[in-house]
């Protein structure tokens, strides 16, 4: 079974630019989560997919961000424009249910 | 705003040491992760301990939680090379809730060295 994919694993961009990250959940993971590390401290909630509905979006940041999860599969976040507080390595995760959490690679993205 | 204040936030140990890692908070949770996570990967589940008191083992590995829910600990007997990476608690919450939304203390990066 594959598990929760990421693309791309890193990105570098300058600020102002738009970078767009996608998260491939584990196949019938109807639960998809969006995370965030940045430097030197802990891995923060971001949002909360229950199948193609935002179900918790207390973590985002700000209105730069965009998270999408066209038709409950794939995920999509968005950050337009980005700033260098932006740095940090992004992870995505899926779950069923209750059940166990996957996470994914993460995304490392580098804002110059 | 509930924290997990992890420590130690480094340690580096000889094979064949036992160590202990802490996970401390001043609220209350409905469960408590522990995650393993490599260097360019994510965070891997280790186990999940849900009732106040509970103690569960995992080969050389023993996590308790506390009868409070509020702290936890991850004991290694004996570690190995093997052992080395960065680990994670994660709370889970609100109380009643679940894994849904975790929040993760800052880690422990664990080095044995052979």
């Known amino acids: 079974e594959a598990g929760v994919t990421q693309f791309p694993s890193h990105s570098v961009i300058e600020k102002g630019q738009t970078v767009t990250l996608r998260c491939d959940p584990i196949?019938?993971?109807?639960?998809l989560y969006w995370y965030r590390r940045v430097m030197g401290k802990e891995i923060k909630f971001l949002l909360h997919f229950v199948k193609e509905s935002k179900q918790d979006e207390s973590g985002m940041p700000n209105n730069r961000f965009l998270a999408e999860r066209t038709g409950g599969t794939y995920s999509t976040l968005k950050v337009q424009p980005a700033e260098l507080e932006d740095s940090g390595v992004y992870f995505c995760a899926s779950s069923q249910g209750r059940l166990r959490t996957y996470f994914g690679p993460g995304t490392r993205l580098t804002v110059t | 705003t509930q924290l997990l204040e992890q420590s130690p936030q480094f340690l580096s140990i000889q094979e064949g040491e036992n160590l202990t890692v802490y996970c401390n908070s001043s609220s209350v949770f409905s469960s408590l992760q522990w995650y393993r996570q490599e260097p360019g990967e994510g965070p891997v589940l280790l186990v999940t301990?849900?009732?106040?008191?509970e103690v569960k083992k995992l080969k050389r590995l023993t996590f308790q939680f506390g009868d409070a829910r509020k702290d936890s600990s991850l004991h290694i007997t004996a570690a190995q090379p093997g052992d080395t990476g960065l680990y994670l608690c994660a709370g889970g919450g609100p109380s009643g809730g679940s894994n849904y939304k975790l929040t993760f203390g800052k880690g422990t990066l664990l080095t044995v060295n052979p």
């Open positions: 301990v849900v009732t106040g008191g």
């Open positions: 196949s019938g993971h109807d639960n």
